[in-house]
C-alpha cells in the first residue's frame, strides 16, 4: 500500500515521525514535504497529496496530511475532485470515516493530539474496510456534485 503524506510547519515534526513509523509498518511512503519546520502555506502541501489520492499518482491509495489542527487541510483536500479528507481525533472516528464515508485523506492535528494517538488513528485509518452497502449509496449523491461543482 502506497500513501501520500505532508505537513505543515506546525505539523512537521509528527510527519517526519510518521514517515519513519509507516515505513516500519511496511507501507511505502511518497513525502510531499516540506523538507523542513520553515513556515509554509498549508494549502500547497494539502493539495499535493490530494492530487495524489485522486489521481492515484504512483499508485497512491491513500493520503495522510497533518497541520496544526488538521482542519485547514481538510478544507483544502476536500476541494479536490474524488478525495474524501476527515479530520480525524480519536481512533473510533478514524474507523467511522473508513467504514462509512469511504474516506481516502486522514487529517490529523500535531499541535493537540500526540504522537502515539495519531499512531493508533493511522493504524485504524488504514486497516478499516469500507462497509459498502447503505454507505455507497449516501456516496453515490457525491458524483453528481463532483461533476458539477454545485
Given at each position: 500500500?502506497?500513501?501520500?503524506?505532508?505537513?505543515?510547519?506546525?505539523?512537521?515534526?509528527?510527519?517526519?515521525?510518521?514517515?519513519?513509523?509507516?515505513k516500519a509498518q511496511g507501507y511505502e511512503v511518497l513525502d510531499r514535504g516540506?523538507?523542513?519546520?520553515e513556515r509554509?502555506?498549508?494549502p500547497d502541501y494539502a493539495v499535493k497529496v490530494a492530487m495524489d489520492v485522486s489521481f492515484k499518482h504512483q499508485g497512491t491509495?491513500?493520503?495522510?496530511?497533518?497541520?496544526?489542527?488538521?482542519?485547514?487541510?481538510?478544507?483544502?483536500?476536500?476541494k479536490?475532485?474524488?478525495?474524501?479528507?476527515?479530520?480525524?481525533?480519536?481512533p473510533e472516528f478514524a474507523e467511522l470515516a473508513r467504514a462509512h464515508?469511504?474516506?481516502?485523506?486522514?487529517?490529523?492535528?500535531?499541535?493537540?493530539?500526540?504522537?502515539e494517538t495519531n499512531t493508533k488513528i493511522v493504524d485504524t485509518?488504514?486497516?478499516?474496510?469500507?462497509?459498502?452497502g447503505r454507505h455507497a449509496a449516501r456516496l453515490a449523491k457525491l458524483l453528481p456534485l463532483e461533476r458539477t461543482g454545485a
Open positions: 500500500m502506497k500513501i501520500s503524506i505532508a505537513s505543515d510547519h506546525a505539523g512537521f515534526e509528527q510527519k517526519q515521525q510518521m514517515v519513519e513509523y509507516l516540506p523538507e523542513t519546520d509554509v502555506d498549508y491509495d491513500f493520503g495522510i496530511l497533518i497541520c496544526g489542527t488538521g482542519i485547514g487541510m481538510s478544507i483544502f483536500a476536500n479536490i475532485v474524488r478525495v474524501r479528507a476527515a479530520n480525524v481525533t480519536i464515508n469511504d474516506a481516502n485523506v486522514l487529517c490529523l492535528s500535531g499541535r493537540f493530539i500526540d504522537f485509518f488504514l486497516t478499516t474496510e469500507f462497509e459498502g
